[in-house]
């Protein structure tokens, strides 16, 4: 109704209101496409049960490493499960019940491993090719998705560094109360 209402108030005829709408039907296509596709992955993974022991594998690695390593490892596991599991959420839910566990054993701190969770999930959003609202943001915007990662990735491997830097800060400093 919004559409029709804009077209009569934009001055535009019945013919020219339908060509514009699939003008812009069309930019919206293979955004949809690839918000399929990145669904279709995640619904695959949980289908098959990989998830967890995706999930539990990585984590695996970790037991038995420095506190610092630890955290460092828990932050990068955090930003390649995005890849995997692309909904906050869905990720918040799969990964800490692991990774509250481990951080509890290794001396590190609930609000540091919620940090980590927010890291890895925040900085790996803005390149995840799983990521239906990025693809899909692309696709509106007519910008390839490689395009968008030789220019976002050198910004990406700054902040990766610097989060493992407050990481490490955090860590030190025993961020949290417990």
Same mark, same amino acid.
């Given at each position: 109704?919004?559409?029709?209402?804009?077209?009569?108030?934009?001055?535009?005829?019945?013919?020219? @209101?339908?060509?514009?709408?699939?003008?812009?039907?069309?930019?919206?296509?293979?955004?949809?496409?690839?918000v399929g596709i990145a669904r279709a992955?995640?619904?695959?993974?949980?289908?098959?049960?990989?998830?967890? *022991?995706?999930?539990?594998?990585?984590?695996?690695?970790?037991?038995?490493?420095?506190?610092?390593?630890?955290?460092?490892?828990?932050? !990068?596991?955090?930003?390649?499960l995005d890849f995997i599991i692309p909904?906050? *959420?869905?990720?918040?839910?799969?990964?800490?019940?692991?990774?509250?566990?481990?951080?509890?054993?290794?001396?590190? *701190?609930?609000?540091?491993?919620? !940090?980590?969770?927010?890291?890895?999930?925040?900085?790996?959003?803005?390149?995840?090719?799983? @990521?239906?609202?990025?693809?899909?943001?692309?696709?509106?915007?007519?910008? @390839?998705?490689?395009?968008?990662?030789?220019?976002?990735?050198?910004?990406?491997?700054?902040?990766?560094?610097?989060?493992?830097?407050?990481?490490?800060?955090a860590d030190l400093i025993n961020y949290?109360?417990?």
């Open positions: 109704m919004l559409g029709i209402a804009s077209a009569i108030i934009g001055g535009l005829g019945v013919d020219r @209101s339908i060509k514009e709408f699939f003008d812009g039907a069309k930019g919206m296509v293979s955004g949809a496409i690839m992955i995640l619904v695959v993974m949980q289908d098959g049960q990989i998830i967890d *022991t995706i999930i539990y594998n990585f984590a695996s690695v970790l037991v038995g490493l420095p506190k610092a390593v630890t955290a460092l490892g828990m932050f !990068l596991i955090e930003a390649v909904s906050a *959420t869905g990720k918040a839910a799969a990964t800490m019940p692991i990774m509250i566990p481990l951080a509890d054993v290794v001396g590190i *701190t609930r609000q540091l491993t919620v !940090l980590i969770y927010q890291f890895g999930d925040g900085f790996a959003s803005y390149i995840e090719p799983t @990521s239906g609202t990025l693809i899909a943001t692309l696709a509106v915007a007519k910008i @390839s998705y490689e395009k968008w990662v030789k220019f976002m990735f050198p910004i990406w491997v700054i902040w990766m560094i610097m989060g493992g830097g407050f990481v490490l800060i949290g109360p417990f």
